[in-house]
């Protein structure tokens, strides 16, 4: 190797160059650390969500024409132009949060929690709460109406995480598993349960199990809030004479559209049919018949039914098979995960999105009574989109710090190597 001449004293370099040639270079690579590039399971996460999004706002502006015409809401284009406000508010906000240190979340859970409870408060509000479809868990605040309830699910999700994360060494012991979640869980799902709406409410508590579930809660700790909870929807279902005539029509089989013209029997049904009409490929984009005013809903918690009914059984396999590749990643997230916080918020979040898309497609193909819950990420509905759209964030947040190295965070010196492990679907 050629050995380079001496630098003459005009081209030497003085200590101050050096030292600013050091501080640059250290700046480049500081800066190319920060710039790390984002794993695969976070793209596949935002993927599959957008794409999720994308298909909920084809199908909210076909099943929804017909409704916005007949009641004069901006012509054919109403609820479509609602749908796509949120979705251009959703899909940023989603963005944004995904790139909060986790840190951010655990400083800010008791905060979420509280600012979701008192959100929930305003539906008892007089002039504020509103009722619909029999529910008391609306309100509307000027020109703005929204589900507080959507909210309080990701206030409760992240509160229930930090919590458990805090608690993970003393989880053994069913006093530190249960104290305070389920006390704080009662609350949320109680002040839903209040509006009337059991259907949130299972939702919610399927929520709060899987938390205890994927923190490696002991399986006979677990079978306390879930007696527990088995006995208050019981209840709940038996106090309700419209509970009981859902819970009996669907058992029974005893819909029959000749004489039960504008009861019960007429959803489920219109529902049924609008997919046994779809056949295999369906009868096109915005060929359905169902959402002439035949199907209650359409664009709401049956718009599954319009999807099986204009893209046939392979539009519905396609959707089916988003979540459950939604699923997958999710479940890489939480195995990828470098705390029990991040697990247990993702698993939260996957029984939340997935777990209810999956009981709202039961419920329309007539595996389950009718529980009023609507297809996330798909449905009409601007609260539960930005909802939704701001836990895929709170994921995104966690799936970029499971990419992060350990030396490049020193809060692992204090944390140390994992003491817990993780209940995670292999």
């Known amino acids: 190797m050629a050995i380079p001449p001496p630098a003459s004293d005009d081209q030497a370099s003085t200590p101050r160059e050096d030292g600013s040639r050091l501080a640059a270079f250290q700046a480049r690579m500081f800066l190319g650390k920060t710039r790390r590039r984002e794993s695969g399971t976070y793209f596949l996460v935002l993927g599959t969500t957008l794409f999720l999004v994308a298909i909920g706002l084809v199908m909210v502006l076909s099943s929804s024409a017909i409704t916005s015409f007949a009641s004069g809401d901006s012509g054919f284009f109403g609820a479509f ?3 796509g406000t949120f979705a251009l508010i959703g899909v940023p906000l989603m ?13 800010w859970a008791w905060h979420f929690l509280g600012a979701g409870i008192l959100l929930q408060l305003l539906v008892f509000v007089p002039g504020i709460g509103i009722s619909s479809y029999g529910n008391q868990n609306w309100i509307r605040l000027g020109p703005l109406t929204g589900q507080p309830s959507e909210f309080l699910k990701l206030g409760l999700i992240v509160w229930m995480g930090f919590i458990l994360w805090r608690k993970q060494d003393r989880l053994r012991d069913w006093k530190h598993a249960l104290i305070p979640v389920f006390p704080a869980a009662v609350l949320a799902i109680g002040l839903v349960v209040l509006g009337a709406d059991l ?23 677990l079978a306390i809030p879930l007696i527990f909870g088995a006995l208050a929807v019981a209840a709940m279902t038996v106090l309700s004479p419209n509970r009981v005539a859902r819970i009996l029509n669907f058992a029974g089989d005893s819909c029959d559209a000749s004489t039960d013209i504008s009861g019960l029997c007429w959803q489920p049904l219109h529902g049924l049919w609008a997919i046994a009409n779809g056949g295999v490929l369906g009868v096109g984009l915005g060929n359905s018949k169902a959402k002439w005013l035949w199907l209650p809903a359409a664009e709401n918690d049956y718009i599954f039914a319009i999807i099986g009914e204009e893209l046939g059984m392979v539009g519905a396999i396609v959707v089916i098979l988003l979540y459950l590749v939604l699923t997958f990643a999710l479940i890489r997230v939480m195995r990828n995960a470098r705390d029990l916080f991040g697990t247990v918020v993702t698993g939260s979040i996957l029984v939340w999105i997935v777990g209810q898309a999956f009981v709202n497609i039961g419920v329309v193909i007539g595996l389950l009574p009718v529980l009023g819950v609507p297809l996330p990420l798909l449905s009409s509905g601007g609260t539960a989109l930005v909802s939704c759209l701001l836990g895929i964030g709170v994921v995104l947040s966690i799936a970029r710090d499971s990419n992060h190295k350990p030396e490049d965070d020193a809060l692992n010196d204090t944390l140390g190597a994992r003491s817990w492990a993780p209940r995670v679907p292999a």
């Open 81 to 83: 132009l609602r749908q």
């Open 95 to 107: 963005l944004v949060i995904s790139r909060f240190p986790i840190s951010f979340w655990k400083k």
């Open 199 to 221: 259907g949130t409410g299972i939702i919610m508590f399927a929520i709060f199990m899987s938390a205890l579930y994927f923190a490696n809660v002991r399986m006979r700790i």
